[in-house]
């Protein structure tokens, strides 16, 4: 039994100590995106049904006869985790309503990787969030195709350095900014939409409690940092969460119908990315003026989600 | 049992979806399967069944949907055809191998390229090893009756296995029949509730879908082979019910006037009508020809089939799709592997035909008969091809 069910935010001592995640899992030392759904877990508790896409997390957890589910848990295969978990949804509400399974609200949801999700996914979750079936969806986001091998998605930050977007004497790594998929999210007019890390669990577990919540479906996008793939020390896992918030290349807002709100507060001046990518060795070969480049457009990035905070308004 | 009405085929394979209590359906249009997901949906829309209807916004949905709403315990069918069944082709390995009962009407298409929306079996040759039961109905009645089966024969607790119902499209799905459709209560008596293995539901957890090292895969593929040869069993029973209950009996391979045949015509799905008259007509004149119809492809019915064919010198294979750079179509292929090690084992003449919608008319058979009488070889033909 979550015993934190009848509290609307979560409180350090409040979260339940069960672990609905369980340990002894096959996940590198540091990582990021265990953490984070270890977090969510436990903020979903144990009346849920998770569709899982292909990717790290279902790889470290269900090493067949082992798993380290103690929800109900399936996996399918890479792009479908939201069309899976929308008939997970659709089979369970057609159960209940026949009188076949009990009587009980079960919330499905539906976990990938950021290239199950805003690559190879995108489709899928386009559908599904279009359809409004009650589902939420999060997005487990460590920047690349990491069970691979550390290849580039559309999520990979700008000029960062992947096993397919190295960094080359005439290309600097990865050619682009990452893809705004919260905010495709948002066109989809899709309820509750967030961002998260969990480097601020509590933060994370309050948006994930309220995507639950949400009679509909819900998108948390979860920024997890992979000290593998990023080349990284794996004790600074946290530091570079916070870091990647308080530079606002990954900020952390949530958009209730429509509505956009910062979930920190920023200083006027933010800090600078410099001291954030100097931390990882993927962004090892940028010279200065590279970093002027990567600065300029978290900035831009930045200035586009504070118009959209300071202008949007909730939708109903 | 009702009174025989005139409908079309595919809008009687959703009447007979409709009968059956499922719980959830996930369909993407796609000719010529859509008459099969327009009424499914207004079957659903006007509240005369209760169930959910997926609209997916692909193919590759609506089989992972159809997967996720099965593991939960529910009832659930989809339909598709050609380019859609490509797309979900993925999928359909992973939905064999949870042992998800999905029942799925496929309304067999060309695939591309180039695009060509008309039917031959290439569609579903191409999922042949996908571990599903995979079943031809050869007229609207059969589709009537196999889609109703379907449900039973997957979910049974001996078989757990999805199932594929092929019509031919246009040629079958497009055809106005007169039809009988048991009654409510006649498909009760038959269907009993699905009684799933393991949901997914938090009252008992389970895991699905874990991966397997290589320690353990080899004998999970065993397990699956095993599990579709032995649904053979399960699946004759299951249409000897129906046979008793309705009149009406179903076996793998079917036989029409095959008895003494020096020379016999096999085919799956909608050309055998076709191919009787041609018997028929072969016959009038004196020719020792007859014909064998393959309503089960998936488990491949080694026994019956053997029986079917036993005794006659030549054995006319129908193909409706291609092997490419093979040796002849994938039905010519499999029963000349079947047959390799029978001692008075029939010549077989092998025709690639009816392709794309191509028409293969009565009087195709009887060129097609006679020909055959002719060949020296073995290898196959595209018939009615233009050189």
Same mark, same amino acid.
């Not at chain 1, 609200?105 to 599904?128: P, R």
């Not at chain 2, 007979?16 to 959830?24: E, K």
């Given at each position: 039994?979550?015993?934190?069910?009848?509290?609307?935010?979560?409180?350090?001592?409040?979260?339940?100590?069960?672990?609905?995640?369980?340990?002894?899992?096959?996940?590198?030392?540091?990582?990021?995106?265990?953490?984070?759904?270890?977090?969510?877990?436990?903020?979903?508790?144990?009346?849920?049904?998770?569709?899982?896409?292909?990717?790290?997390?279902?790889?470290?957890?269900?090493?067949?006869?082992?798993?380290?589910?103690?929800?109900?848990?399936?996996?399918?295969?890479?792009?479908?985790?939201? %069309?899976?978990?929308?008939?997970?949804?659709?089979?369970?509400?057609?159960?209940?309503?026949?009188?076949?399974? %009990?009587?009980?609200?079960?919330?499905?949801?539906?976990?990938?990787?950021?290239?199950?999700?805003?690559?190879?996914?995108?489709?899928?979750?386009?559908?599904?969030?279009?359809?409004?079936?009650?589902?939420?969806?999060?997005?487990?986001?460590?920047?690349?195709?990491?069970?691979?091998?550390?290849?580039?998605?559309?999520?990979?930050?700008?000029?960062?350095?992947?096993?397919?977007?190295?960094?080359?004497?005439?290309?600097?790594?990865?050619?682009?900014?990452?893809?705004?998929?919260?905010?495709?999210?948002? %066109?989809?007019?899709?309820?509750?939409?967030?961002?998260?890390?969990?480097?601020?669990?509590?933060?994370?577990?309050?948006?994930?409690?309220?995507?639950?919540?949400?009679?509909?479906?819900?998108?948390?996008?979860?920024?997890?940092?992979?000290?593998?793939?990023?080349?990284?020390?794996?004790?600074?896992?946290?530091?570079?969460?916070?870091?990647?918030?308080?530079?606002?290349?990954?900020?952390?807002?949530?958009?209730?119908?429509?509505?956009?709100?910062?979930?920190?507060?920023?200083?006027?001046?933010?800090?600078?990315?410099?001291?954030?990518?100097?931390?990882?060795?993927?962004?090892?070969?940028?010279?200065?003026?590279?970093?002027?480049?990567?600065?300029?457009?978290?900035?831009?990035?930045?200035?586009?989600?504070?118009?959209?905070?300071?202008?949007?308004?909730?939708?109903? | 049992?009702?009174?025989?009405? !005139?409908?079309?085929?595919?809008?009687?394979?959703?009447?007979?979806?409709?009968?059956?209590?499922?719980?959830?359906?996930?369909?993407?249009?796609?000719?010529?399967?859509?008459?099969?997901?327009?009424?499914?949906?207004?079957?659903?829309?006007?509240?005369?069944?209760?169930?959910?209807?997926?609209?997916?916004?692909?193919?590759?949905?609506?089989?992972?949907?159809?997967?996720?709403?099965?593991?939960?315990?529910?009832?659930?069918?989809?339909?598709?055809?050609?380019?859609?069944?490509?797309?979900?082709?993925?999928?359909?390995?992973?939905?064999?191998?949870?042992? #998800?009962?999905?029942?799925?009407?496929?309304?067999?298409?060309?695939?591309?390229?180039?695009?060509?929306?008309?039917?031959?079996?290439?569609?579903?040759?191409?999922?042949?090893?996908?571990?599903?039961?995979?079943?031809?109905?050869?007229?609207?009645?059969?589709?009537?009756?196999?889609?109703?089966?379907?449900?039973?024969?997957?979910?049974?607790?001996?078989?757990?296995?999805?199932?594929?119902?092929?019509?031919?499209?246009?040629?079958?799905?497009?055809?106005?029949?007169?039809?009988?459709?048991?009654?409510?209560?006649?498909?009760?008596?038959?269907?009993?509730?699905?009684?799933?293995?393991?949901?997914?539901?938090?009252?008992?957890?389970?895991?699905?879908?874990?991966?397997?090292?290589?320690?353990?895969?080899?004998?999970?593929?065993?397990?699956?082979?095993?599990?579709?040869?032995?649904?053979?069993?399960?699946?004759?029973?299951?249409?000897?019910?129906?046979?008793?209950?309705? !009149?009406?009996?179903?076996?793998?391979?079917?036989?029409?006037?095959?008895?003494?045949?020096?020379? #016999?015509?096999?085919?799956? !799905?909608?050309?055998?009508?076709?191919?009787?008259?041609?018997?028929?007509?072969?016959?009038?004149?004196?020719?020792?020809?007859?014909?064998?119809?393959?309503? #089960?492809?998936?488990?491949?019915?080694?026994?019956?089939?053997?029986?079917?064919?036993?005794?006659?010198?030549?054995?006319?294979?129908?193909?409706?799709?291609?092997?490419?750079?093979?040796?002849?179509?994938?039905?010519?292929?499999?029963?000349?592997? #079947?047959?390799?090690?029978?001692?008075?084992?029939?010549?077989?003449?092998?025709?690639?035909?009816?392709? !794309?919608?191509?028409?293969?008319?009565?009087?195709?058979?009887?060129?097609?008969?006679?020909?055959?009488?002719?060949?020296?070889?073995?290898?196959?033909?595209?018939?009615?091809?233009?050189?």
């Amino acid at each position: 039994m979550n015993t934190v069910e009848n509290f609307e935010i979560f409180a350090p001592k409040l979260i339940d100590k069960r672990e609905l995640f369980s340990p002894g899992h096959r996940a590198c030392q540091g990582c990021g995106e265990v953490l984070a759904l270890r977090l969510i877990m436990k903020a979903l508790g144990e009346d849920t049904v998770v569709s899982n896409a292909t990717g790290c997390m279902e790889i470290i957890s269900t090493a067949y006869p082992q798993t380290a589910w103690e929800v109900p848990y399936i996996h399918v295969a890479f792009e479908n985790a939201a %069309a899976v978990g929308s008939g997970v949804e659709a089979g369970l509400k057609a159960l209940r309503r026949k009188g076949k399974i %009990a009587d009980r609200y079960v919330k499905s949801v539906a976990i990938a990787g950021d290239g199950g999700t805003v690559d190879i996914g995108l489709q899928a979750l386009s559908g599904a969030m279009e359809r409004g079936h009650d589902l939420a969806f999060f997005c487990l986001d460590n920047e690349a195709y990491m069970n691979t091998g550390i290849q580039r998605s559309s999520a990979t930050p700008f000029m960062a350095a992947t096993t397919t977007s190295p960094a080359g004497k005439v290309i600097h790594g990865q050619r682009t900014g990452k893809k705004n998929v919260p905010e495709i999210m948002v %066109a989809h007019s899709v309820p509750y939409v967030a961002t998260a890390c969990p480097s601020y669990p509590i933060d994370l577990m309050n948006k994930v409690e309220k995507a639950k919540n949400t009679k509909g479906p819900a998108y948390v996008h979860v920024f997890s940092v992979c000290p593998t793939g990023w080349r990284a020390a794996s004790n600074e896992t946290i530091k570079l969460g916070r870091m990647a918030v308080e530079t606002g290349s990954f900020p952390l807002y949530e958009v209730e119908n429509g509505k956009y709100r910062l979930t920190i507060e920023y200083p006027e001046k933010r800090r600078p990315m410099e001291d954030y990518l100097k931390l990882q060795g993927r962004f090892r070969h940028l010279d200065p003026a590279d970093i002027v480049k990567v600065q300029a457009l978290v900035d831009k990035e930045f200035r586009k989600l504070m118009h959209k905070v300071e202008t949007s308004a909730p939708w109903i | 049992m009702g009174k025989r009405i !005139g409908m079309e085929v595919g809008i009687a394979a959703a009447e007979a979806v409709g009968l059956c209590n499922i719980d959830v359906a996930a369909v993407y249009p796609i000719t010529p399967q859509s008459h099969i997901a327009e009424h499914l949906s207004d079957i659903v829309h006007d509240g005369r069944i209760d169930a959910e209807f997926i609209t997916v916004e692909s193919e590759h949905s609506s089989i992972s949907a159809c997967a996720g709403a099965s593991a939960t315990g529910a009832r659930v069918y989809t339909a598709t055809s050609s380019q859609g069944l490509m797309y979900m082709h993925e999928v359909l390995p992973i939905v064999s191998a949870m042992r #998800l009962p999905v029942v799925m009407g496929n309304a067999n298409r060309a695939i591309a390229g180039p695009l060509n929306i008309w039917n031959d079996h290439s569609d579903i040759m191409n999922q042949r090893d996908c571990g599903w039961i995979v079943m031809h109905a050869e007229n609207g009645q059969e589709v009537i009756d196999m889609t109703i089966q379907s449900f039973k024969i997957a979910e049974h607790a001996d078989v757990m296995l999805p199932t594929v119902l092929n019509m031919d499209g246009f040629q079958l799905t497009h055809m106005i029949e007169p039809l009988e459709f048991p009654t409510q209560e006649e498909v009760n008596a038959f269907l009993p509730d699905r009684v799933p293995y393991a949901t997914l539901h938090p009252d008992k957890p389970v895991s699905m879908g874990c991966f397997n090292m290589p320690e353990i895969f080899t004998e999970t593929m065993k397990v699956k082979d095993t599990a579709l040869i032995n649904s053979k069993k399960t699946i004759i029973k299951i249409w000897n019910e129906w046979g008793k209950q309705f !009149g009406r009996y179903y076996k793998p391979v079917e036989s029409y006037k095959s008895k003494g045949a020096e020379t #016999l015509i096999l085919t799956m !799905g909608s050309m055998g009508e076709t191919a009787s008259v041609a018997v028929d007509e072969l016959k009038k004149v004196g020719k020792s020809v007859g014909l064998v119809k393959m309503r #089960l492809w998936r488990p491949f019915p080694l026994d019956e089939l053997r029986a079917a064919i036993k005794g006659c010198k030549t054995l006319i294979v129908m193909d409706r799709a291609v092997t490419f750079g093979g040796i002849g179509g994938p039905v010519a292929t499999e029963i000349k592997s #079947l047959i390799y090690h029978d001692k008075d084992r029939p010549r077989i003449v092998n025709y690639l035909m009816g392709l !794309g919608g191509r028409d293969v008319t009565v009087e195709d058979f009887i060129v097609m008969v006679e020909r055959a009488a002719k060949k020296k070889d073995e290898t196959y033909e595209f018939y009615g091809v233009r050189e």
